[in-house]
Nanobody
């Protein structure tokens, strides 16, 4: 199995910054894509940003220019630097990874999720 442990959420005023971290541990061959999703009450879980093992980036339009995703492959850790936060960024943020594992059935890719961390932006 793969475990994802998130940290860095909290309460911040509009215009402020927060940095989220997520470390992957467990049994895997390699971590492919890592990323962050978010879910506000009553809404679906949406992609915020993702980064492949090779460094290819993908951002939601709503966060481009404000959020930066990065990763440390040696530590299997992904980061989300969030600047110029807005009240509409308030949500539970979930870390995600796609991990390659050596299983009884051979090499397989699986998706894993963190437990979520609350980000609240006050206006």
């Amino acid at each position: 199995q793969v475990q994802l442990v998130e940290s860095g959420g909290g309460l911040v005023q509009a215009g402020g910054s927060l940095r989220l971290s997520c470390a992957a541990s467990g049994s895997f061959v390699t971590i492919n894509t890592m990323g962050w999703y978010r879910q506000a009450p009553g809404n679906q879980r949406d992609l915020v940003a993702s980064i492949t093992s090779g460094g290819a980036l993908n951002y939601a339009d709503s966060v481009k220019g404000r959020f930066t995703i990065s990763r440390d492959n040696a530590k299997n850790t992904v980061y989300l630097q969030m600047n110029s936060l807005k009240s509409e960024d308030t949500a539970v943020y979930y870390c995600y990874c796609n991990a390659r594992r050596n299983t009884y059935f051979g090499i397989r890719d699986y998706d894993y999720w963190g437990q979520g961390t609350q980000v609240t932006v006050s206006s």
